[in-house]
Every structure is written in C-alpha cells, then in structure tokens.
C-alpha cells in the first residue's frame, strides 16, 4: 500500500492511528502478522467508500459524463437470485463495465441504511416507510405436493381440508403458520417448518408435506410431474415483486441502470408475472 500511495509504512501506521485517535475507535487488529479490520472498521471502509463512489459518479455528472461506474451493492433472496438473477450478471456487467457488482444472496432481513446495501429485492408487502420500491413482478402462489404424498394422504377439496394434512411452514412468512386464499384464511400446522425457500422446495419434493408458495419455486418440478398442483380454484393473493432502495439516498445511476436491467428481464420470465399459473396449465397439457 505505501508503494502504490508513494509514502512509507510508518508514515501509513501514524495517518492510520491518528485517524482511529479521531474517531475515538480501533480500526484494526494487529498481530505480528497480519492486520485485520475490526467491524468498526469494515463498517467505516464501507461507508467512506460509498461516500467516495458517490462523489466521482456527482463530478462525473457535471462532466457530463453519465456513464454508470463504481460499486453497486445489491441484496437478493437465495432462490430468486440463483434461478433468476445470477444467470443474468455475465450481461448486466458486459453491458455496464465500469461497474463493479457486490451480490448479496441471502434470505435474513437486510437493512440498506445500516449495511450501506444500494438496493434489494425483496417478495411480498412493504412495511418500511423509509424504503422506497418500484414493482418488478408477481409471484402468483400454489399449493403443491408429491403424488405420493397425495397417495398416502389424500387430495385437499377445499382450503378448509388443510388442516388434516402436514403443511411446509416457513417461519419468515408475515402471517405465521396462517395462509391466504380467497375470502379465506386458513391456520395450518405441520411438523416441518424451514426459514429458507429452498428449504421449502426440498422438504416439498422429499413428500413431507403441502407447500403453500410463489409458483415460480416450484415450476420445473410442476412441468416435469414431481409435483402436483393442489386447490386450483381456490387462487390465493399474489406476492408482489419489488427493487427497493431508501428514500433519503440519492440514487446513483448504476443503482438506475441496473433496476431498469432487472426489470427489463422480469418481465421476460413468465413465472415472476401475473397469469404464471394459467400458462404453467397451458404447458403441462
């Protein structure tokens, strides 16, 4: 590092703790070895160079030069972003080359203010008022099983039959153990609950239960027959799809570019659209 700032070591050691002597923090940890930042100090990095990409991409605007660069940091659900997002990176960075992609996939809860994260996707119904959210598609949602399950168990007629049978709860959903139909609600139970959608999908397809979710979980195993569609007129709500980013941040315009990419090709996909059902029915006849 002192080679490439033309200085010397200590000269960076005595900028290095005079700055933590200022912020009343240590930055690092020091061993004979090796340095290594503390969370004070990763969060630090963090923010300074958020502040820093922000302050080329205003210099470049008032240059006029309105090419999209610097590192944009974005927060996706697992299974989304594997079977959705990640196939589509290789074009979105080909497309956009100075821009530097930090892909976050994970299925906790996310604070983009806390954890300087640009955008998220996220699925289902906002509460955060201080977020602010442009729509990028639907999830409509199914219930699905095994044929062997639905051997050894039975077919669910009506929503209300649920309650008889082994429900694939996934404790991250706002309502709990309690599922949305029309007109109806309906408190399952099971003996399986996962905080993950793929958890969801693998515990579907090992026959431990009914799952309730967006049919895009579950499209190839509906195609292929793993899985049957249960309770077909009896649609429930549908699950919004949405690219989020605080409202007191200014947007920079790779965050712009890349909300326009992504929904760009959303809208292609017709599983992460309204009328997914209708076509998956249309595909398996």
């Not at 594997?82 to 809860?109: A, C, M, N, W």
């Not at 509906?222 to 429930?236: C, H, Y």
């Not at 809208?267 to 059902?277: Q, Y």
Request: charged share 25%; proline share 6%; net charge positive.
């Amino acid at each position: 590092m002192a080679r490439e700032l033309g200085t010397t070591q200590p000269n960076i050691s005595r900028h290095i703790a005079s700055l933590e002597q200022h912020l009343g923090t240590r930055l690092l940890h020091r061993s004979t070895r090796k340095l290594t930042p503390t969370p004070e100090g990763e969060r630090y990095y963090a923010d300074t160079r958020r502040l820093l990409d922000a302050i080329a991409e205003a210099e470049s605007n008032v240059r006029g030069q309105e090419i999209p660069s610097g590192v944009l940091r974005v927060a996706c659900p697992t299974l989304l972003g594997r079977t959705y997002l990640l196939p589509r990176v290789k074009t979105f960075l080909s497309r956009y080359p100075k821009v530097e992609l930090d892909l976050q996939i994970g299925d906790r809860f996310v604070d983009l203010i806390e954890e300087g994260v640009d955008v998220a996707i996220r699925i289902g119904a906002l509460k955060d008022s201080a977020l602010k959210a442009r729509r990028i598609g639907t999830g409509e949602r199914v219930c699905v099983a095994t044929p062997d399950y639905i051997t050894r168990h039975g077919k669910p007629k009506v929503p209300i039959d649920l309650k008889k049978h082994d429900c694939i709860l996934y404790t991250l959903l706002s309502s709990g153990n309690v599922w949305s139909f029309k007109n109806l609600d309906v408190a399952v139970h099971g003996r399986f609950r996962v905080n993950t959608p793929d958890g969801i999908r693998t515990a579907t397809l090992d026959g431990l239960g009914i799952a309730y979710a967006p049919v895009w979980l579950f499209e190839d195993a509906l195609l292929d027959g793993r899985l049957q569609l249960l309770l077909e007129s009896f649609p429930g709500p549908p699950t919004p799809i949405h690219v989020i980013y605080p409202e007191r941040r200014l947007l920079s315009q790779r965050a712009k570019v890349f909300m326009d990419f992504v929904a760009e090709e959303f809208a292609r996909e017709a599983a992460l659209n309204e009328g997914a059902v209708a076509q998956l029915r249309r595909r398996r006849s």
